[in-house]
């Protein structure tokens, strides 16, 4: 149940806001980021948003969260046109990533 509402979520998070751009949505829940995979484009934004009961991150080169609390949600905006790999250093088996188009 909790599954599925997070994919939801993210699903209705990820419609489009405006012309060309668009506000994707990972959540962070049981130890894992949702949905692990996310393409995007150039300019479009990514929401971050820990629904677990631990701090995690987001972390790769050039892209840092800082730690977020149960409940906090980090925003951050595609600038370059190059996909990437990204963990939770404080959780390192938390993988995601970002393709960007
Ligand atoms: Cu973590």
Not at 9 to 30: K, S
Not at 56 to 76: E, F, M
Not at 83 to 93: A, E, I, K, M
């Amino acid at each position: 149940m909790k599954t599925a509402f997070a994919t939801l979520f993210a699903a209705l998070c990820a419609l489009p806001l405006a012309a060309g751009a668009a506000e994707h949505h990972v959540v962070i829940d049981g130890m894992k980021f949702t949905p692990q995979v996310v393409q995007v484009k150039k300019g479009d934004a990514i929401v971050w948003e820990n629904r677990d009961m631990f701090v995690h991150n987001v972390a790769a080169d050039g892209v840092k969260s800082g730690d977020l609390a149960p409940g906090k949600t980090w925003r951050w905006v595609v600038r370059a046109k190059m996909s990437f790999d990204y963990l939770c250093t404080l959780h390192p088996v938390m993988k995601g990533r970002i393709e960007v188009k």
